[in-house]
């Protein structure tokens, strides 16, 4: 007995993980797998006549419509990945396999959810610059966003400057209440020291309890101490009932302004470091 394939063939696409969908030239959705359910929260009746950007994330749409044009020219599009809104609200990304079918008047795509991948390559980059304890900017970006604000300053003609900040005798809380402990510690001061500056302003973690932090377009010298004060006065409020006993380190911070203390980042780290150390001894 022959196989009736055409009867076969919507069972058989049903059976795909990925989303088959089929639009018209009015980007009108007129056949879609299964599938679509597990990838956007409808069911197949439901997105049947509807535009299929409708669901597109509206960051994505002009790249979708640039994408939508190269297919209808002809020219099949193979890993255009773009965003699209699932029906709970959440954000989905899709690489989609996609080509025009002239005699049928459709174009032809293959929906592909890659969103668990896309969150991890987004975590792994995130990670490569960032301080995986507090969030904060790690010593690679800190360095990039210093060479940066230097060629800034030099072309516009303005000032920034670095601090280079120490917690005092942060290795007690350490010895005495615990690393976990002391890592809430570091996380509570990060939160801190980006409560003190601007957008524009660069909050790095160096390593242990050692922090960096570049402002950028300063008014004057004065406004630099200014705002080490006010630094100062954030980091070492009290800790709060949840930290128990535990008393907030006091801090050191070395200053070191551009371009009189140094035109380059090194001058300008070794500048700061060293004031910060003249700091500390004196408090010995």
């Known amino acids: 007995m022959p196989v009736d394939l055409k009867a076969l063939f919507p069972k058989l696409t049903n059976l795909l993980l990925d989303a088959v969908f089929v639009v018209d030239l009015d980007d009108r959705i007129v056949f879609v797998t299964d599938a679509c359910e597990a990838l956007l929260g409808y069911r197949a009746d439901e997105l049947m006549g509807t535009p299929i950007t409708d669901y597109v994330h509206p960051d994505d749409l002009e790249a979708t419509r640039a994408s939508i044009v190269r297919v209808m020219d002809g020219q099949p599009h193979n890993d255009f990945c773009n965003r699209y809104v699932h029906k709970d609200g959440t954000v989905v990304y899709i690489l989609w396999s996609a080509r025009l079918s002239e005699e049928d008047g459709v174009r032809i795509g293959v929906a592909r959810d890659v969103t668990a991948l896309r969150q991890a390559e987004e975590k792994l980059r995130f990670l490569a610059h960032h301080d995986p304890l507090t969030g ?110 535990i008393k907030t380190p006091s801090c050191s911070i070395g200053v070191a302004c551009y371009p009189g203390d140094g035109e380059d980042a090194d001058t300008l780290l070794s500048h700061a470091d060293d004031s910060m150390y003249r700091l500390k001894r004196r408090r010995n």
């Open 136 to 245: 904060l900017t790690n010593r690679l970006l800190f360095h990039d966003r210093l060479e940066s604000a230097l060629r800034s300053a030099h072309r516009h003609q303005s000032r920034l400057a670095l601090l280079f900040l120490d917690l005092n005798d942060f290795k007690y809380i350490n010895d005495t209440h615990g690393h976990a402990m002391g890592d809430r510690v570091l996380c509570m001061i990060a939160e801190r020291l980006k409560g003190c500056v601007r957008e524009t302003d660069t909050v790095a973690r160096m390593g242990g309890d050692e922090f960096t932090v570049l402002l950028t377009d300063i008014q004057s010298v004065a406004a630099v101490y200014d705002k080490v004060e006010e630094i100062i006065a954030a980091v070492t409020a009290p800790l709060g009932a949840k930290f128990g006993t």
